[in-house]
């Protein structure tokens, strides 16, 4: 009996010692800053309450900063789908959850009243991306364009929704882009936009894990966040956060695995684009 409570102490003891700690939740750079901390500190908020693990927002300023961050291996947990490209590897990062949400395609987009009417109109000409390490904003579409054999060249916005204020304005005339960044940039910018070509789906970005946090800090963080959408208090958050980027339902993530993203590290595996490898 004494030996029972002694084990009982040491593991409430042990989980006291993880509820105790931090741990950084990098977000990939999409969004604004003040955006991202919108939708994601009431999620993360939630998740210290029911889980008892204090998870702190990391955002950098651009995409390439924060992919150069999770290639370091810098952030406990990760929302990015960055984590498939060859070079981050040995970070080692695992997908614990994924979005509900309907996959997300990589598109070409100009503006409605735009005189480019195929992609063959882009040859020779300007084209607007994220960043370099943009997945569907910037390898998929280029892949496409080098297999159809048109030479553009690249200009980069910083971030998905940096890329398109620059579309908006006109200072590219087309650009690529996360199909549901653009949509939700276009409802709350009323920007008319038409689509030139659009991929296969992807799943949207991951929540992963790097291996140095405890698993059983990794399993209650994917439980509560996975449970959010069943439990009122966490669907009333989920819809909050929802409406700060006019995104649409199903929200919330679900248990996942990196099974569920080998299409991603398959197109890594055969892309002719030579500059994400």
Known sequence: MKRVLLFLALGLLHAAAHAADTYSFGVLSQRSAVLTAQYWNPILDYVERKAGVRLMLKAARAAPESSEATERGEYDF????????????????QVILRPREEAITGQIVTLTDSPIRSLKDLQGLEVGFPSLAAFVGYAVP????????????????????????????????????????????????????????????????????????????????????????????????????????????????????????????????????????
């Open 78 to 93: 990760v929302y990015s789908n960055h984590i498939f490209q060859p070079r981050m590897a040995a970070a080692n990062y």
């Open 142 to 277: 280029m892949d496409h364009l080098l297999r159809l054999g048109l030479n553009v060249t690249p200009v980069f916005g910083g971030n998905q929704e940096g890329i398109m204020g620059q579309l908006k304005a006109g200072r590219v005339i087309a650009a690529g882009v996360n199909s549901q960044v653009m949509r939700a940039f276009a409802a709350r910018e009323n920007m008319k936009y038409r689509v030139l070509w659009e991929s296969v789906p992807f799943h949207n970005l991951p929540i992963a894990v790097h291996p140095r946090v405890p698993r059983e800090v990794a399993n209650s963080v994917r439980l509560v966040i996975d449970g959010m959408e069943q439990d009122a208090e966490g669907r009333k958050v989920l819809e909050a956060s929802a409406q700060v980027i006019a995104q649409k339902p199903p929200y919330g993530f679900l248990s996942s695995t990196p099974a569920d993203y080998r299409n991603y590290t398959e197109f890594y595996r055969n892309t002719l684009v030579k500059d994400i490898k």
